[in-house]
């Protein structure tokens, strides 16, 4: 990706003028988040993953969480009010968000999902989630993607 070619999140942050920095890597399909947080030079703790749900009542839900984390199911269904949540199949993500696994990014999705960060996030001046693209994340202010997504905050790891 050249540095000045422009993802959808980092169009949809332009357009509602919300600061951020981009940055690439380039990818490798067997990378964690804890190596992408490494080539960034970042600690693991302020980049995010972003994972998609279904909830029993067949609505889906958006989880930003800490990559090195897991989500716990429990507490994101408890969050998103549901009896019990479970991650949607991969090939489910990019007709539902628009994305590809490993490139999924809370912001700008082909519908806005009910969508929790973890709260930790709240700890951090800027954070990094993807930019829409895998080998793309974007860092901004927590309380900037939270305004952005309408997102809530919950405890969401074991």
Do not use: W
Request: hydrophobic content about 40%; glycine content about 6%.
């Amino acid at each position: 990706m050249k540095n000045n070619e422009k993802t959808n999140v980092m169009r949809v942050l332009d357009s509602k003028k919300i600061p951020y920095e981009s940055h690439t890597y380039v990818p490798d399909a067997t990378m964690t988040g804890e190596e992408i947080a490494a080539l960034l030079g970042e600690e693991a703790d302020k980049v995010f993953k972003t994972l998609v749900t279904s909830g029993k009542s067949g609505k889906n839900y958006v989880f930003v969480i800490p990559v090195k984390e897991e989500l716990d199911l429990k507490k994101a269904a408890a969050a998103a009010g549901e009896k019990n949540i479970a991650m949607i199949k991969q090939k489910e993500l990019l007709p539902l968000t628009g994305y590809v696994h490993g490139g999924c990014s809370p912001v700008g999705m082909k519908k806005q999902f009910p969508t929790y960060l973890h709260e930790t996030a709240l700890l951090y001046e800027k954070i990094f989630v993807s930019a829409g693209r895998v080998g793309a994340q974007v860092e901004l202010a927590p309380k900037d993607l939270i305004a952005v997504c309408q997102i809530k905050t919950a405890y969401l790891t074991a």
